[in-house]
């Protein structure tokens, strides 16, 4: 499997995003949720939920989180309104490190989404961006550690080799 795409997103001063690149592993992944599932457990990423991408800016300040397409595409905006727009498909893993927004911009009718967060003993919180939020996000986003594996690549993964050492 090759390096992962990587993206950055500055913080424009309601949504945070990381210092942290969003990765995007393609066909990185077996099209199927069990599948991902296992891949993802056996990297120290429990899987915790199969569903979409919600359709509004959002993110997570206190956990890293993985997003493995088990079906169908999804047109997805990353970093916030002046972010970038990503097309994923089955087999498609995005890595969205604590403080990146993501929204839903379209989607297939089949789409499945298996996501799942370090096994480190830290939640996910859900944040929208709302004022007077931000400092206290940029808080939490720098206090999250940089997991010991990548959900794909496990220890020689891109989270490892592109995480580590960078300044949130």
């Not at 069990?34 to 891949?39: K, L, N, R, S, T």
Request: proline share 8%; aromatic share 6%.
């Amino acid at each position: 499997m090759g390096e992962p795409l990587a993206f950055t997103f500055e913080d424009d001063g309601i949504i945070p995003n990381s210092r942290l690149p969003l990765l995007v592993y393609r066909g990185a992944v077996p099209a199927d949720a069990v599948g991902i599932e296992g891949v993802f457990a056996a990297n120290g990423w429990p899987p915790a939920w199969r569903d979409g991408v919600h359709p509004f800016h959002h993110f997570h300040s206190t956990a890293h989180e993985v997003l493995g397409v088990a079906r169908g595409e999804a047109t997805v905006l990353f970093g916030g309104p002046a972010g970038q727009t990503l097309a994923v498909r089955a087999g498609d893993v995005v890595v969205v490190p604590a403080g990146v927004a993501h929204c839903n911009q379209g989607q297939s009718s089949d789409l499945l989404i298996v996501g799942a967060y370090p096994d480190n003993g830290l939640g996910p919180d859900l944040r929208r961006g709302k004022a007077g939020e931000h400092d206290a996000a940029v808080r939490a986003v720098a206090a999250v550690p940089v997991p010991g594996a990548d959900p794909v690549m496990g220890v020689d993964g891109g989270v490892v080799r592109l995480w580590r050492g960078v300044v949130v």
